[in-house]
T-cell receptor, first 113, second 114 residues
Framework: NAGVTQTPKFQVLKTGQSMTLQCAQD?????MSWYRQDPGMGLRLIHY???????DQGEVPNGYNVSRSTTEDFPLRLLSAAPSQTSVYFC????????????FGSGTRLTVV | GNSVTQMEGPVTLSEEAFLTINCTYT??????LFWYVQYPGEGLQLLLK?????DKGSNKGFEATYRKETTSFHLEKGSVQVSDSAVYFC?????????????FGAGTTVTVRA
C-alpha cells in the first residue's frame, strides 16, 4: 500500500525554468490537494481537486497549474519558476477531510536560484 | 474566513514532562478539528481528530478535546519521550457543503531532551 507518492524529493531550478511535480495515490481518494510549507506560515493551499476533471484554486495559486485527468494522479506544474517558489511542496488526498483526515506525501523540496 | 492560531514555539522539554500546545480557531458552523504531526524529514501524519463539540481525540498518548465554547482544541500529553520531537500542526475543515479544504496553524516545533 503505497499511499501518496511524490516525485522528485529534491529539485533545484533556475529562475524561469518550468517543471512538473508528480503526485499519485492508490487509495481511490476523490479529493487531492497541493500545499506549500514555508517557515512560520504553516501549510497553504495552492490548488485542489474534488475528482477527475475538476480542479480549483486555493489560497496561493499564482504561478502554478494543475490538472486531474485520472483519480490517481494530480501533477503540479510550475510555469516559470521564481525564487519566491522556493518551498517544500506536499500533496495530500482524502475521501473526505471531515471524518478521515488527509493522507500526505513525503514532500518535494524545491529550490529556485 | 476560517483560521487557526497555535501557540508559538519552539518548545523544549525534558523527557517525561507534560506537554500542552494551545490551539484556537475561528470558523462558522461546526468545523472538524485535527492535529497533524511532522517528524523530521517526513510528511504530515494525522495524529488525532474530533468532528463535533465535546469529542475527545486520542492517539499515541496524545489527547485533545473539542471545546466549542472556547473555540479551542489544545493538544496534551502527560509524559513526552524523545521520539515525540516533531512539528505539530492544528487544522480545521469546515462543513457544511462538504468543504474539504484544510486550514492550518503555523505549526509548533517541539524538542524533547533526554
Amino acid at each position: 500500500n503505497a499511499g501518496v507518492t511524490q516525485t522528485p524529493k529534491f529539485q533545484v531550478l533556475k529562475t524561469g525554468q518550468s517543471m512538473t511535480l508528480q503526485c499519485a495515490q492508490d487509495m481511490n481518494h476523490e479529493y487531492m490537494s497541493w500545499y506549500r510549507q514555508d517557515p512560520g506560515m504553516g501549510l497553504r493551499l495552492i490548488h485542489y481537486s474534488v475528482g477527475a476533471g475538476i480542479t480549483d484554486q486555493g489560497e496561493v495559486p499564482n504561478g502554478y497549474n494543475v490538472s486531474r485527468s485520472t483519480t490517481e494522479d494530480f501533477p503540479l506544474r510550475l510555469l516559470s519558476a521564481a525564487p519566491s517558489q522556493t518551498s517544500v511542496y506536499f500533496c495530500a488526498s482524502s475521501y473526505s477531510s471531515q471524518n478521515y483526515g488527509y493522507t500526505f506525501g513525503s514532500g518535494t523540496r524545491l529550490t529556485v536560484v | 474566513g476560517n483560521s487557526v492560531t497555535q501557540m508559538e514555539g519552539p518548545v523544549t522539554l525534558s523527557e517525561e514532562a507534560f506537554l500542552t500546545i494551545n490551539c484556537t480557531y475561528t470558523a462558522t458552523g461546526y468545523p472538524s478539528l485535527f492535529w497533524y504531526v511532522q517528524y523530521p524529514g517526513e510528511g504530515l501524519q494525522l495524529l488525532l481528530k474530533a468532528t463535533k463539540a465535546d469529542d475527545k481525540g486520542s492517539n499515541k498518548g496524545f489527547e485533545a478535546t473539542y471545546r466549542k465554547e472556547t473555540t479551542s482544541f489544545h493538544l496534551e500529553k502527560g509524559s513526552v519521550q524523545v521520539s515525540d520531537s516533531a512539528v505539530y500542526f492544528c487544522a480545521l475543515s469546515r462543513p457544511p457543503n462538504n468543504d474539504y479544504k484544510l486550514s492550518f496553524g503555523a505549526g509548533t516545533t517541539v524538542t524533547v531532551r533526554a
